[in-house]
């Protein structure tokens, strides 16, 4: 069975500042994989999501992601972090079926 | 376009009472559904997916059941629920694997 781990389950980034957010997942075969963000109260949004190709994909809003295959990793990156993306950021990986996800990492941006 | 549809956007029951969450998706056929549940701290937690109209998997034993009456109609129900049901439930639906999972707004639900 798939899994997925997002070891900070905190980050605190000034404004402005770069962000990276970790992502390692566990899948016996090739994967998919996504980055979703949820702000509070709200469903998920779809950031990116990688499948084949290129190992590093784009997103909406800036964010990027690199798929490493030797490091089992996948993690979400921002060059110039903004006020309005301070919220969760969920990690998933599509197994048969279903997608299984993340505990999160909630993003807080100081001024 | 597509679009899901999950109503209501919160919710407060007593203990013991039934439960009824509706979730409809429009603008495709024979979508994948999918309920989570959302607690503090515990990441999404898959209860249950369709593959098409009455086929319903559930993952986690609990005190919910899942329908799919129509083609693009998922139902999320508790006969009786408890206060550990309460949550942020999710309903989700996507086309593959691939595609990813497009979300609803979520409903908060409180058992009081």
């Known amino acids: 069975a798939q899994s997925v781990t997002q070891p900070d389950i905190h980050i605190t980034v000034s404004e402005g500042a770069s962000l990276e957010l970790r992502c390692n997942y566990s899948?016996?075969?090739?994967?998919?994989l996504f980055w979703y963000v949820q702000s509070p109260g709200q469903g998920l949004q779809l950031l990116l999501k990688y499948f084949s190709g290129d190992t590093l994909v784009q997103g909406i809003k800036g964010f990027e992601a690199e798929f490493k295959r030797s490091q089992s990793s996948f993690n979400l990156r921002k060059p110039s972090v903004h006020w309005s993306d301070a919220a969760e950021y969920f990690c998933a990986v599509s197994g048969y079926s279903t997608l299984t996800f993340g505990k999160g990492t909630m993003l807080l941006v100081s001024p | 376009s597509q679009t899901i549809h999950q109503w209501p956007a919160t919710l407060v029951q007593p203990v013991g009472s039934p439960l009824s969450l509706e979730c409809t998706v429009e603008?495709?056929?024979?979508?994948?559904l999918y309920w989570y549940r959302q607690a503090a701290g515990r990441g999404l937690q898959l209860l249950f997916y369709?593959?098409?109209?009455?086929?319903i998997s559930s993952e986690v034993p609990q005190n919910l059941s899942a329908s799919r009456p129509q083609d693009r109609q998922f139902i999320l129900s508790s006969k009786k629920l408890l206060l550990s049901d309460s949550g942020f439930y999710l309903c989700?639906?996507?086309?593959?694997?691939?595609?990813?999972?497009?979300f609803g707004s979520g409903t908060r639900l409180t058992v009081v």
């Open positions: 369709s593959v098409g109209i009455g086929q």
């Open positions: 603008g495709t056929s024979n979508p994948n």
């Open positions: 899948y016996g075969a090739t994967p998919y």
């Open positions: 989700a639906w996507s086309e593959d694997r691939g595609g990813g999972y497009t």
